[in-house]
Every structure is written in structure tokens, then in C-alpha cells.
């Protein structure tokens, strides 16, 4: 046989009392936190569960102040007869004792015995466990006899002794549980005193509750089991009820998630003519509504692409003619008059300007009808950003303007298309030196593992709180009456947050009143990647260490 260490064995039932709580504690948690799901997302399980509660409460409440009369009022009955018989047994043992004057009267005893039975039998029910008669000393009787003798001595009922051999005569009572036998058992036990001689007798009565604690068992347990059948009965109305309410408003909220989805021939079923019929037919009425003006805005919307894009195809024919003769004009100039000539040089500005605005306008609608596709491969970003910055140089001194440029000395290899993010970097520059205020502008690239990223930091005007989502819009201008430098068509940024979204990219715009502005580019190393950050922050460094100095903080 083989014998284990008491060590070992100990280790183990310790190491199992550990487990068996941590055990009950996840089992516990993980309840708790179902509940409380269930609470926050389930409308029918927070009424079900308050009306749970409250009735619980009111049941409880209820079924405590019913066995609590029945209770008193039984015990009552109980002690009220009990009193009766023990004025009545003492009255008849006064009567018998009455001849006896002395204290040590040899007789006396043998007429305590005689009296003892004879009250017993007086007993209606004669269920009297025993009946005593004692005087301090030995002077004691019991009936029954074989009962225990010593039952007076228990610590519950030996304080009423000394009530009933007290100054104040009268019957004493009180309930305890006592074992003279039979098993510990309730009982009542009533106390007087008998005049005989100079020293009173002790007359006491211990009866059993049997009947009356049955009685009072059966009470509380029919209160008890008709109280949790009223709780269980309020909490299925309750259930039942607010599932007439719920389940049209749970069927309202899938219809409402599905039309939000695009599912908009989505409709409710409308059943009787109540409160909640109405919702379902205002309901529908709603979604038909926005059916019709979703479809209505769409067609508009598919005619305004289309418009566009015919317009743009159809003005590329005289564009051309005209752009020829113009072309012919521009060359000849310098034999024109110097009115004429700078009429030349202002259609052929005007004509590169409307050509320009074509050309974002047929990009646009090509995003609009989804027809925008990505020719990505892997591409160095820094020729890039060199690149941008060498088209833009001659821009840049017209608007004594300073370009720096940050990038690493080693390659910055991403998955891109080459041409629309040199597109992209040519918007976000040539609006970065038109707003630059005569102040620095400076480009910088950084990648890491999963992304790269540019920033155009500029020191001009800036932009109000709010603007830097509405820079993206269609045509918007900061300030429309100020004079535009290249002559934009105001579709840049717009073609530029279009360009990036095609590459899973972000585009975001940060700026302050005063301090300028900086705009991000942030593209996936690889194509198809999802972003989760930034390799660059979008708000500058200088701008953070400005904000942190106003509230006294280490940027």
C-alpha cells in the first residue's frame, strides 16, 4: 500500500480550497455580469425584475403581518384558557389547604399529593405534562409522576419564580422551550401562589404547544407558499404584459436598423386599432416617406452626377478649339498691342484655370459613380515629396514663401499610387503656400512598420474651431472675398480626402486661429491594410507646447 506524506496531502486539500472559491467567484462574476447586460439592453427584464422586487417586498410585508396576528391570536386564545384553569386549580388547592396553619404541618404533604391528580383531572384537554407543587425546600409534587423535577431550575422559566414568591401575587407566564422528556418542545408555563400558613405554596402548570405550534407552522407555511405563488404569478402578468408593449417596439427597432442598412421597402405589421397600431402606421408612414425622398434625392443626385459628367465630356470638344486659337493668340503677343496682349495672357490663364476645373470635375464624378480605381504598387515616397516640392518651387517664390522639407535618408517604400498621392501632396502644399502668410511651410514624411505618413505645416491665418471638417468640402472657402494666389477650384481638397479614402487612408486637417495650420496624409504600408495609427501627430509639437504652457502643464 502506498502512503502518501500528510505534507503532500495537505498542499493538496489547501491548494483545492483555492480553486473551489476562485471557481465560484468566476461562476458568480460571470453571472452577475449576464444580469447586468440584461438589465442595461432588455426593457421587459427591468420591468419584470422591479415588479419581481416590489412585489416580493409587498408580499413579504403582507405574509409577516398575517402569521403574526394568527400567531398572537392563537397564542392568546391558548393563555387566556390557561390562566382560567390555574386561577380555578389554585382557588380549589386554597380551599382544600385551608386547615393547615403551620408550615411543618406533618400532613401536609400527603394533601399536596391528593390535589396534585385532582387538578390534573380538572384539565379540559387534560394535556398538562406537570403539574407542581413546591414550597422552598423539599416540600415538592409532581403529577405525572416520572417527569422530570428539576424543569423550574431551566435558566428560561427559573426568573418567574421569583415573581411568583414575590410581594405582588398573581399568575405569571411564559413561553419556553424546554425538554422534560419528551424532546425539546414549546411550552407554557403559568406560576401563582397558594396561601397556606404563613409561607405561600408554588402552583405551576407547564402545558405544551404542540397543537398551537403546529397550527402556527401550517400558517406560515400557507402564507409563506401562497406568497410566492402571488410573487411568481405579478412577475408572469408582468412579463406577459410588457411583452405586448416590447415586442412591437423590438420589431419597430429591427425595422428601423434594416432601413438604415438601405432596406428601405421595410415595413411594420399593423394589428388592431390601439396605441400601438397607430405607431406601427406612423411608423410606416415615416419609413414611406423617407423612402420616397431618399429615392427622390437619389435620382436628383444620379442627374446632377451625370450632368456633371456630360457637361465635363461636352466642353472638352470646344475646350480644345478654343485652347488652339487661344495657344495662336498667346504665341503672337508680343505683335499685339499692349491691351491686346494682356488679353492674350488673361484668356490663356482663364482657359488653363477652366481646364483645370474640368478636369477636377470629371475626377469628382468618377468618385460619385464609383468608377475610381487604384493602381498601387510599391513606391519610394520621398522622390515623391521631393518631386512636389520642386513643382511648386516657383509658386512658393511668388508668395516669398520658404519651403523645408523633412524626410529620412533611407527609402520610405508603401504600397501607393504614385500619381494621386503626388496629387494629393500637390494640393495640400500649393494651399499650405497660398494661406502661408509669407511664413514657412514644412513637409514631413515618417513611416513605420504599418503606415506612412505626411504632414503640410503652415504659419498662416489658420482655422476656426469647426472648420477643419468643412476644408473638405466641395467648393468652400474660409473666406471667399480673400484674394486667391493660384486660382483654385476649390475641388482640391475635396479630390485629395477622395484619393485617400480609395488608398484605406486618413486625411485630417488641424488648425488655430493665428498659429496656421497642418494637414496629415496617413497611408497603409500595404495595400488593403486597415490603419490603426499615425506615425505623425496631427497636432504640431509647437502648437502642443503652447497649449500646455496656458495651463501650466509639460507638454
Partial sequence: ???????????????????????????????????????????????????????????????????????????????????????????????????????????????????????????????????????????????????????MDNPQVSGMRSLVTGPKPGTYQQIATLDIGNGPQKYLVLGTSVAVGTEPLELYYIIPLRVEDQLIQFT????????????????????????????????????????????????????????????????????????????????????????????????????????????????????????????????????????GLLTDLLEISRFDAGFAALDAEPTDLVPVVRRVIDQLESLAERCKVELKIVVPDTEVIAEVDPRRVERVLRNLVGNAVEHGEAKPVVVTLAADGSAVAVTVRDHGVGLKPGEEKLVFNRFWRADPSRARQTGGTGLGLSISLEDARLHGGWLEAWGAPGKGAQFRLTLPARSGDRLVSSPLRLVPDDARADEAALIGETP
Fill in 1 to 151: 500500500m502506498v502512503r502518501i506524506d500528510p505534507l503532500i496531502l495537505r498542499a493538496r486539500r489547501l491548494r483545492l480550497r483555492r480553486i473551489v472559491p476562485q471557481s465560484v467567484s468566476r461562476r458568480v462574476r460571470r453571472l452577475w455580469a449576464v444580469l447586468r447586460r440584461q438589465w442595461r439592453r432588455s426593457l421587459q427584464f427591468r420591468v419584470v425584475g422591479i415588479t419581481l422586487s416590489l412585489s416580493a417586498a409587498l408580499v413579504l410585508a403582507f405574509s409577516y403581518t398575517v402569521a403574526s396576528l394568527i400567531s398572537n391570536s392563537v397564542l392568546q386564545n391558548r393563555v387566556t384558557q390557561s390562566r382560567n384553569t390555574v386561577d380555578t386549580g389554585a382557588a380549589y388547592a386554597m380551599q382544600e389547604l385551608t386547615g393547615f396553619t403551620q408550615n411543618d404541618d406533618p400532613s401536609l404533604p400527603a394533601a399536596m399529593k391528593k390535589i396534585a391528580p385532582t387538578l390534573h383531572g380538572q384539565l379540559a384537554n387534560s394535556d398538562a405534562e406537570i403539574i407542581m407543587l413546591r414550597r422552598t425546600g423539599n416540600l415538592n409534587v409532581f403529577w405525572p409522576p416520572g417527569k422530570q423535577s428539576n424543569v
Fill in 220 to 355: 406560515g407555511g400557507v402564507v409563506t407558499g401562497t406568497g410566492i405563488a402571488l410573487v411568481a404569478l405579478l412577475a408572469l402578468i408582468a412579463a406577459m404584459m410588457t411583452r405586448l408593449v416590447v415586442t412591437p417596439v423590438r420589431v419597430a427597432a429591427r425595422t428601423a436598423q434594416r432601413l438604415s442598412a438601405g432596406l428601405l421597402d421595410q415595413r411594420m405589421v399593423v394589428r388592431g386599432e390601439d396605441d400601438l397600431a397607430r405607431l406601427a402606421a406612423a411608423f410606416n408612414q415615416m419609413a414611406a416617406n423617407l423612402q420616397r425622398q431618399i429615392v427622390r434625392l437619389e435620382e436628383m443626385s444620379r442627374l446632377q452626377r451625370r450632368f456633371t459628367s456630360d457637361v465635363s465630356h461636352e466642353l472638352r470638344t470646344p475646350l480644345t478649339t478654343v485652347r488652339m486659337a487661344a495657344d495662336l493668340l498667346f504665341a503672337s503677343r508680343d505683335e499685339f498691342e499692349p491691351a491686346a496682349a494682356r488679353s492674350a495672357e488673361l484668356l490663356q490663364a482663364e482657359l488653363d484655370r477652366f481646364e
